[in-house]
């Protein structure tokens, strides 16, 4: 099943990674080894995931928190675009 969001290629402290494409799939990237759980970027994120679990925070911008403390915390890793993203970017490309 395909997720929400574009996907996210994170990879922990401890050499796994994950892709992370919807907010259950980012609560479960939470839960890996990341550099400071104690970060207030980290901390607001979990919140922000959890409310929109709850229905009381818009998904995208708990996504975008996810998002934004994975950057800081440096654990998201270049995704190459598929080979279709990739014609189509020909495509569109000027001459």
Not at 42 to 53: K, S
């Amino acid at each position: 099943m395909m997720g929400k969001f574009l996907p996210l290629l994170v990879r922990f402290v401890d050499g796994r990674s994950m892709q992370v494409t919807s907010i259950s799939e980012a609560e479960q990237a939470l839960a890996g080894q990341w550099p400071n759980k104690e970060a207030d970027v980290y901390r607001e994120a979990a919140r922000l995931l959890a409310a929109a679990g709850e229905g009381i925070c818009r998904p995208d911008i708990a996504f975008s928190a996810f998002e934004k403390a994975a950057r800081q915390q440096r654990l998201l890793r270049p995704h190459k675009p598929s080979a279709s993203l990739r014609i189509l970017d020909s495509l569109s490309a000027p001459n």
